[in-house]
């Protein structure tokens, strides 16, 4: 009898067919490749006992200076980091109050003075965000401010950049009456200030005057509103609110919707943003508009997308303002008594007021987050920009209120250190409005700084080609931004431009804000149709031999949860992603390529797995599941304890090249069975599939259990072809595969 070997081919390939593919690998399962030879995949361990809330998207690590490592995990609810094995919940938190905008300013003063009984005792480490613009005495409140004093449970206030021109405060009511239908209110001398398309409120009686009361017109004595009629209550002494915020009224089988806002200071052609829908006469106003044309100080015009089906009059968000509050919780108190008041928690104290108004959890779909120094920088998507310092007192992360309020991603350049967002927001004449193509970055050194003056290196820019930024990286000597379409430099070229933008890679956009990676000098990135790779060579499609297994069988309406994963110790780059049978759009799936073997071998298998990091601080890669759980990566032979259950299998190869039919009586193996340091022996399944013909169902032999202990296998089977399927589910062990002898003779032929 003849002897027969099988040297496997490095790297699974799904392109070619088994019989064409002979004795390279067409299925994998947890495995990699060293020096060309097939090897059982490396198993994990839980880094952190317990499960997070929500799903994790990413993670960061990095070491402060006290030399303590964190890890960040940002999850679908919550924003967390672990240090010496202890965790702390630090998700930015907020509070949307509805409420009448009880709002005063004093002439030449830059200081704006808030009441909003919706909340209590925010700090000054608060900052609070106008959803609908309001404008009162000359200024027009709008974005993100900063908290800078306290005057009451319910009040503060805030200091903006320009003096108000006119004090307006609100004022006491003699009486009110109801004249043609119209309310009116009477004062003893009416504020200069009102104008008509003023919101009016109750403050003494709330219920008085029903929402969205627009005033119409004023004497020196009398305010008349709207239809909606005073009701009983409102009397002498009753303090009265007039606001002014958007105010639309439209005209029957029209598209042109009148907006009245007091002093909007607009032009044609400026852009005004409405955050919040309205629907007023069957149109609904939500988003960006062209100013069209102005009618006065008081009112311009928009024009809808749909016609009018009736003629109405409705202020933005019911008359009310929107405002979100970003709360920043300082260390909690350790007692009662002295030290824990007005004396101890303030500069004299522990230097930060715990903040008594508690805000929801933000939740986010996704996060970027990177290390500025020892402080952490995060960003949900389509979020704003939030820091944490490890010792900075704060139990949450502060959100930057200068930063640009909405961002698709962050990251830090490491040219200079600037921080970078894209997908990022641009403040109009009126409301803020994210452009998924726009590019914005902080000052040198400073992320409190985003305005592009003379004196800074703040800046923009609008990439010009596709539909959205969908990642960003920085790589030595500059910074990659991946849109939808294409790969783009971004170069540090010092002021004015700070930085030059050039595509480099056209027609290889990334699928995810976590699918490019960094391994070794070069990047690798996911697309939805291919890999591809930045080297010294440039930017290329990087050829995929399981091109079929991974775009044929990817859930594309969850491309946004592909994940890179990284293996430096074991040279592999790899992406997670969701399958087709993914029906929750988790990724379950891995694809992999080691970039040092000979001929760079890919493989894939089933992991779920939602985020991933390399090597780092903490020491070998670190991932999560979609369950909450995280896990150091190569770390053991097993799965968390439990078996891991490594297999791959062969294509067909022919006996005796397929003239004959061929009788196999004998296998050798050839395999390394444990670890230089030892340990137990593997225990392989080895499974024979044999068939005549390519397309016929294959007879399987075995499994066969192999260990050191055994010199052969005796078997018997009769065929053409025959595939070699490897198993392993033991625990404690590892394996690698050589050269696999078989002992043969003729049997005939047909």
């Known amino acids: 009898m003849s002897f027969g070997s099988v040297q496997l081919i490095p790297g699974v390939n799904v392109e070619r067919t088994p019989t064409l593919l002979r004795a390279g690998i067409s299925q994998s399962s947890l495995i990699r490749f060293r020096d060309g030879l097939v090897q059982k995949y490396g198993g ?74 919706n909340i209590s005792d925010v700090t000054i480490y608060d900052s609070v965000f106008f959803n609908v613009p309001v ?72 219920a008085a005057i029903p929402a969205n009361n627009v005033v119409m017109s004023k004497t020196s004595t009398t305010v008349v509103m709207t239809h909606n009629v005073v009701a009983p209550g409102v009397g002498s002494g009753d303090q009265i609110v007039f606001s002014s915020v958007p105010v639309f009224t439209t005209v029957l089988n029209s598209g042109t919707i009148n907006v009245t806002f007091i002093g909007h200071g607009l032009s044609v052609g400026n852009v005004v943003v409405f955050s919040i829908p309205t629907t007023v006469g069957g149109v609904v106003i939500s988003g960006s508009y062209d100013v069209v044309t102005i009618t006065d100080a008081n009112n311009f015009s928009i024009t809808a997308v749909t016609q009018a089906t009736g003629v109405a009059v409705v202020a933005m968000n019911n008359g009310n303002t929107e405002l979100v509050y970003y709360i920043s919780l300082g260390p909690p108190p350790l007692g009662e008594g002295y030290g824990l008041g007005d004396y101890g928690i303030g500069g ?61 991603g962050i990251f830090v350049s490491m040219s200079q250190q600037i921080l970078v967002a894209y997908g990022s927001t641009v403040h109009q004449n009126i409301g803020y409005q994210q452009q998924p193509l726009l590019v914005q970055w902080c000052d040198v050194s400073n992320f409190f700084e985003w305005n592009a003056t003379s004196i800074t290196q703040a800046g923009n820019f609008t990439i010009p080609i596709g539909s959205a930024i969908m990642a960003g990286l920085a790589v030595s000597n500059q910074n ?185 009586d004998q296998i050798i193996p050839d395999f390394k069975w444990s670890t230089v340091t030892g340990g137990a022996s593997a225990q392989i399944q080895i499974s024979f599939n044999v068939t005549n013909y ?27 072809l025959m595939s070699i399927t490897i198993a392993s589910a033991d625990s404690g062990s590892w394996w690698r595969i050589g050269s696999i002898k078989y002992r043969y003779s003729q049997a005939g032929r047909r």
């Open 44 to 117: 994990w361990q839980k880094y952190y006992q317990f499960p997070f809330v929500g799903v994790p998207r990413d993670l960061h690590a990095w070491q402060d200076l006290n030399n303590n490592k964190h890890l960040s995990v940002g999850t679908t609810t919550q924003l967390s980091v672990i240090t010496n094995g202890v965790i702390s919940d630090i998700t930015p938190q907020t509070l949307v109050s509805d409420c009448v905008p009880n709002i005063s300013t004093t002439a030449s003063s830059k200081v704006v003075d808030i009441v909003d009984p």
């Open 135 to 206: 404008s009162v005495g000359g200024l027009i409140l709008d974005g993100l401010y900063q908290i800078t004093e306290i005057t009451g449970t319910h009040a503060y206030q805030i200091t903006v950049a320009t003096a108000a021109t006119a004090t307006e405060t609100n004022p006491t009511a003699t009486n009110g009456t109801t004249v043609a239908g119209n309310a009116t209110l009477n004062f003893s001398s009416t504020p200069s200030w009102i104008a008509a398309g003023m919101v009016a409120y109750d403050l003494t009686a709330s």
């Open 348 to 408: 004299f104290g522990t230097g930060i007021i715990p903040d008594a108004q508690v805000g929801t959890n933000i939740t986010a779909s996704d996060w970027t987050t990177d290390n500025w120094g020892q402080l952490l920088v995060a960003c949900p998507m389509n979020g704003g920009i939030y820091y944490w310092d490890p010792i900075g007192g704060f139990t949450n992360s502060q959100i930057v209120t200068e930063a640009p309020p909405f961002n698709s």
């Open 480 to 664: 990659l931004i991946f849109t939808d379409l294409d790969l783009w430099a971004m170069s540090y070229v010092g002021p004015p431009n700070v930085f030059g933008f050039n595509k480099i890679g056209a027609g290889m956009g990334a699928a995810s804000s976590h699918s490019v990676q960094q391994l070794r000098g070069s990047v690798y990135w996911m697309g939805r149709t291919n890999f591809y790779s930045y080297t010294s060579n440039g930017a290329n499609v990087i050829p995929c031999s399981v091109w079929d297994q991974v775009f044929q069988n990817i859930n594309t309406a969850y491309l946004q949860n592909i994940r890179s994963m990284p293996n430096t110790p074991y040279n592999e780059i790899g992406w997670l992603y969701p399958s087709a049978a993914s029906t929750s759009g988790e990724c379950d799936s891995y694809v992999k390529m080691n970039i040092s073997d000979q001929g760079a071998p890919w493989d894939y298998g089933m992991l779920p797995r939602s985020a991933w990091i390399d090597q780092s601080v903490i020491g070998m890669p670190i991932a999560a599941t979609p369950a909450g759980i995280v896990y150091l990566q190569e770390t053991t032979p097993d799965a968390d304890g439990q078996p891991l259950m490594a297999s791959f299998t062969t294509g067909f190869f022919y006996l005796a090249e397929g003239e004959d039919y061929a009788f196999v």
């Open 694 to 720: 390519p397309g016929d169902t294959p007879t399987v032999y075995g499994p066969f259990t192999v260990t050191s202990a055994n010199e052969y296998i005796s078997c018997r089977f009769r065929g053409r």
